[in-house]
């Protein structure tokens, strides 16, 4: 193995470098449009604007350069997504919260979404397990509800890993269809899913039945302005 | 053997590199040989080395034909990794048909992914191609995915009651697709195998 350059060894690591910063959200979002096969270094250069050479100082392959992207992204959007689940107060206003707030994300930036919910299985190595890594985290996130019942009502074991896989597939499967406005139409089942397995079916259909609601107030609101 | 040999096999039956020289097959033959472990061979590498680093040089390679012969069969490497997800899809929708003949419900349910898991199980490189995401830029093997989880939706729908419009069946099926592509990745066909109660019960639970 090569020693790192000395300005790529200082900054490893380190995500408050605006440079290395921009370098990663620039690989990504080249990754989301382009799809991370086709990104070449090139392309991640155009689009922050720096020099090449910058690009050299932080990563020693664009390989390296998306898979330390993807983990800094992933870690970041899975802390304010368990955030904002964990302010609403309980599970099922959690839920409805770190949902709200991963669409909204993928509205916002569905390129950076693609890259992080679909591109890490392209690129592999190091992306991709850290890919498995956050659907196991989230999936233990999500079986804290396990607690709340009787044990006999239990959901079976693998409930949160399904879960949090259900979650990603479908957002998966919108932003490769290249519709992030039909993304929306899709969030009251996918509250019954999440829901349904936990609370049972009356629940899972007042989960439904707010989605909705939120989503006619979200296009009332879209309308007014 | 090799991996790219025992990949993919319709009906069983390992591809196999034709013996040199003058072996006096139709060339029909030569033809469908060829084709079956370009998929095998794109099935293995895939498994291997993933979307973001398969080539056709080494498909070719790994099947043991040149890559003009490569292009004879297939426009492009999507052209064949797409027919090898189409010939996988289609062994896996045959199979989990079959199983389900003459049961209903829950037995129902349960005939169909055990008969996959047993499919997959031996293959988890088919498993992963089959379950894992392509690259968001290849549209025709989106489509592909489609509708193979349509049609496993469809057949869970029935196993269900056939209640509702099948939204809930086909977020099911992506949910489970995301497991096995989980389990295929991280352990293989021991992993898959042990999915079979937990399965059952997360897709038949109403």
Redesign the interface.
């Known amino acids: 193995m090569h020693e790192l350059p000395a300005r790529r060894a200082e900054s490893a690591g380190r995500d408050d470098d605006p440079t290395r910063a921009e370098i990663m959200e620039a690989m990504l979002a080249a990754s989301?449009e382009?799809?991370?096969?086709?990104v070449a270094v090139r392309q991640v250069l155009e689009r922050y604007g720096g020099h090449r050479v910058q690009f050299w100082q932080h990563f020693a392959s664009k390989?390296e350069c998306f898979a330390i992207a993807y983990a800094t992204w992933v870690d970041r959007l899975t802390t304010e997504l368990v955030t904002a689940a964990l302010a609403a107060g309980d599970w099922r206003r959690g839920m409805r919260a770190a949902l709200i707030a991963l669409f909204e994300f993928a509205d916002e930036r569905p390129e950076v979404a693609?890259a992080l919910?679909?591109?890490a299985?392209?690129?592999?190595?190091g992306a991709?397990a850290k890919r498995?890594e956050t659907?196991e985290r989230l999936g233990e996130a999500l079986d804290s509800a396990r607690e709340q019942a009787e044990p006999e009502e239990r959901?079976?074991?693998?409930?949160g890993?399904?879960?949090a896989?259900?979650i990603?597939?479908?957002l998966?499967?919108r932003?490769?269809?290249g519709s992030p406005a039909d993304l929306w139409s899709g969030l009251p089942?996918?509250m019954?899913?999440v829901t349904?397995?936990y609370f049972g079916?009356a629940a899972a259909r007042e989960e439904l039945e707010a989605a909705r609601a939120f989503l006619a107030d979200r296009r009332g609101e879209g309308a007014a302005r | 053997m090799t991996e790219a040999a025992t990949a993919w096999a319709p009906g069983g039956t390992p591809p196999r590199r034709l013996p040199p020289g003058r072996h006096g097959l139709p060339p029909e033959q030569v033809r469908e040989s060829q084709r079956r472990r370009l998929t095998a061979a794109a099935t293995a590498v895939l498994a291997e080395r993933g979307y973001g680093q398969i080539t056709v040089t080494e498909v070719a390679k790994r099947a043991g034909v040149s890559t003009s012969s490569f292009y004879k069969h297939f426009g492009d490497l999507w052209d064949c990794v797409l027919a090898a997800y189409e010939e996988g899809a289609e062994r896996l929708t045959a199979g989990i048909e079959a199983a389900c003949g003459g049961t209903e419900g829950r037995d129902r349910a349960r005939a169909g992914i055990e008969a996959g898991l047993t499919l997959l199980a031996p293959e988890p490189a088919l498993a992963q191609l089959l379950s894992g995401d392509p690259p968001s830029q290849a549209g025709a093997l989106w489509t592909a995915r489609r509708s193979l989880l349509a049609r496993l939706a469809s057949m869970l729908h029935h196993a269900r009651g056939g209640q509702g419009g099948g939204e809930r069946e086909l977020q099911l099926i992506a949910a489970a697709t995301a497991l096995v592509s989980l389990k295929a990745s991280d352990g293989g066909g021991k992993r898959l195998a042990d999915l079979g109660q937990p399965l059952a019960d997360l897709l038949h639970a109403p």
């Open positions: 989301g382009l799809g991370y096969r086709e390989e693609r919910l679909i591109e299985d392209v690129a592999g190595g991709l498995e659907i959901p079976p074991p693998l409930t890993v399904f879960v896989g259900g990603a597939a479908y998966g499967e932003l490769a269809a089942e996918l019954r899913f349904e397995p079916e």
